[in-house]
């Protein structure tokens, strides 16, 4: 079994920064892609930004230039590190892992539980 643990969310101002972390447990023997998620609350979930395996990344347009990814292979985590946030940035946001890897099978899609980011005055 895969768990993906996020941290690092929590409530900042417009024009400031956050980090997101999120780490992947379990017998795991590589990771294709990773990335973040969110979901506004009324809206449905869609891409911020993934990364593969060799490093390859894809934004938003609504982040581009502001959001950077980037990820651990050895530790098998990704990060997001937020800056110039906006208040449309709220959102629960998610990890997700895609063609994960173990001992004893492939994992296709594998969400996190989700951390909250508000970004307000």
């Known amino acids: 079994q895969v768990q993906l643990v996020e941290s690092g969310g929590g409530l900042v101002q417009p024009g400031g920064s956050l980090r997101l972390s999120c780490a992947a447990s379990?017998?795991?023997?590589?990771?294709?892609?990773m990335g973040w998620y969110r979901q506004a609350p009324g809206k449905e979930r869609e891409l911020v930004a993934v990364i593969t395996s060799g490093g390859t990344t894809n934004y938003a347009d609504s982040v581009k230039g502001r959001f950077t990814i980037s990820r651990d292979n050895a530790k098998n985590a990704v990060y997001l590190q937020m800056n110039s946030l906006k208040p449309e940035d709220t959102a629960v946001y998610y990890c997700?892992?895609?063609?994960?890897?173990?001992?004893?099978?492939?994992?296709?899609?594998?969400w996190g539980q989700g951390t909250q980011v508000t970004v307000s005055s």
């Open positions: 379990g017998s795991i023997f590589s990771i294709n892609t």
């Open positions: 997700n892992a895609r063609g994960v890897v173990t001992g004893t099978r492939v994992y296709p899609i594998n």
